[in-house]
């Protein structure tokens, strides 16, 4: 048997010509036919390459193969082309160089934008009117908050509430705390349209702000307001 | 010798795909194999585009560290000779604009780095390159051509379907075996019949030329 050997190829056999008509595989020569079309298998070709460095004869063949391919691919031969082994050796060693596959992404320092430092940032009067400035306003809301704010023991400030509480003759009424009895200030009346139940309290305080009822702001007022608005006489 | 297929059959060649995933898996033998396997296809793109002959194996080199790098985003949907004729053009153009920053190049050294493999064939570009080189180079480089298809010619028919399914359409010896309806050790031994039978003829040619510039 003149088989090759994987990773030994008989170093300068070269093969009889061709007989057309056998078809036995492994001869020996169609491994280095099969390296330069790659259609090696992988772990044959450390062996092959090996070979070809160490021996000038198939060296040889590998280059008339390769001129061979490369009038039948339509191009025009070429006998400056490197061997395969010098080849791979020349990217492995470019490689080697610059290892990059299979490498840890390098974390990318994120750039923060910082902005520039301002043209009047050395001159100290302008932090000052700034500070200031942040000051006033810091109490300007505050003094806002605070004023509005329920008093600490819960009950209504008496300011707001004095303007809204109906008063007789000048002199508030009963605050709101005091209770009073509805059956006190209202009377039964009786109208044209029927008896009517009055409040006092109510004919009271449309009479003080009758002004605000005069005319409606609306296009088309409501009637229970244009209602509440009617002197303050009872109607009999 | 005996015809030991069941045996000695070759195993069935890695795809392109198959060896990239192999050697993103960390073996660095299957991207030596993609790189012989294109090695001379490369080499003829970017000598399309360079003219310095000089300059064609340190960018193929080069186009091939790149795909090295960037082989994790290959991601399977084009063929590898797709992605890596990309590579090799954009590799090749980066060359050549460095060269044009080179006041120590002439500039009848650079050719367009425009060319596109649609945009002309590769047997007119070849012609134009030829067109430079020697008249001696050009009469040899034709004879050899002429020796090469009159070798194929006389070729059994067997042999030479085979050698001109892997030369001229660039087929895989696995397509090569499913067109042929035969195992992919006879297409193996087809090719190398074919080739061994043809370098017979232009061996003398080849020898005589070895050593000169062409």
């Known amino acids: 048997m003149n088989a090759v050997q994987p990773n030994q190829p008989p170093p300068g056999t070269r093969p009889a010509p061709a007989s057309p008509n056998r ?6 020569g169609t491994e280095l036919s099969a390296l330069i ?17 160490q021996e000038e004869t198939l060296r040889v063949q590998c280059r008339d193969y390769r001129v061979i391919s490369d009038v039948l691919s339509g191009g025009s031969p070429s006998l400056r082309s490197e061997p395969p082994h010098a080849f791979v050796a020349g990217v492995r ?57 329920p008093s600490s023991s819960g009950g209504v400030q008496p300011g707001p509430q004095l303007a809204l509480m109906p008063s007789v003759g000048g002199a508030p009424l009963a605050g709101p705390t005091q209770p009073v009895d509805p059956a006190a200030t209202t009377v039964l009346v009786n109208t044209a349209q029927g008896p009517v139940l009055r409040d006092v309290r109510l004919e009271q305080l449309l009479a003080e702000h009758r002004q605000y009822g005069g005319m409606s702001a609306l296009q088309m007022p409501a009637g229970f307001l244009r209602d509440a608005t009617y002197p303050a006489e009872p109607q009999r | 010798m005996t015809t030991t297929e069941d045996h000695l059959a070759p195993p069935t060649p890695d795809s392109d795909a198959m060896l990239v995933q192999r050697t993103l898996a960390g073996e660095s033998r299957a991207f030596d194999l993609l790189v012989i396997r294109y090695q001379r296809r490369v080499e003829r793109l970017i000598g399309r585009m360079v003219r310095d002959v000089d300059l064609v194996p340190d960018i193929a080199q080069e ?6 790098r960037a082989l994790a985003q290959f991601r399977g949907d084009a063929q590898f000779y797709t992605w890596l004729y990309r590579i090799a053009v954009n590799t090749a153009k980066k060359q050549l604009l460095e060269l044009k920053r080179d006041p120590l190049v002439f500039q009848s050294q650079l050719q367009s ?18 067109d430079e ?7 040899a ?4 051509a002429a020796a090469v298809n009159a070798a194929l010619e006389a070729l059994p028919e067997e042999l030479r379907m085979a050698i001109t399914l892997r030369e001229m359409e660039g087929m895989s010896y696995e397509e090569i075996a499913q067109a042929l309806d035969c195992p992919i050790g006879t ?11 043809i370098s017979v003829r232009i061996k003398p040619m080849l020898d005589r030329q070895s050593g000169k510039r062409w």
Do not use: C
């Open chain 1, 23 to 28: 078809t036995v595989v492994n001869e020996p």
């Open chain 1, 37 to 53: 079309d790659g259609e090696l298998d992988v772990h044959e070709l450390d062996g092959w390459l090996h070979a070809l460095g």
């Open chain 1, 93 to 149: 060693a470019r490689l080697l160089a610059e290892p990059v596959l299979d490498a840890a992404p390098t974390p990318v320092a994120v750039q923060v934008p910082v902005r520039a430092a301002a043209a009047n940032d050395a001159v100290f009067r302008w932090k000052m009117v700034a500070g200031v400035a942040s000051l006033a306003a810091v109490m300007a809301v505050s003094w806002g908050v605070l004023g509005s704010a």
């Open chain 2, 63 to 68: 186009t091939f560290v790149r795909a090295y």
């Open chain 2, 113 to 130: 780095g425009e060319d596109d493999e649609t945009s002309s064939s590769e047997r007119e570009l070849n012609a134009q390159v030829a």
């Open chain 2, 133 to 139: 080189e020697t008249p001696e180079a050009v009469l």
């Open chain 2, 141 to 144: 480089s034709k004879e050899i």
């Open chain 2, 187 to 197: 297409v193996r031994s087809r090719i190398f019949r074919a080739r061994e039978a």
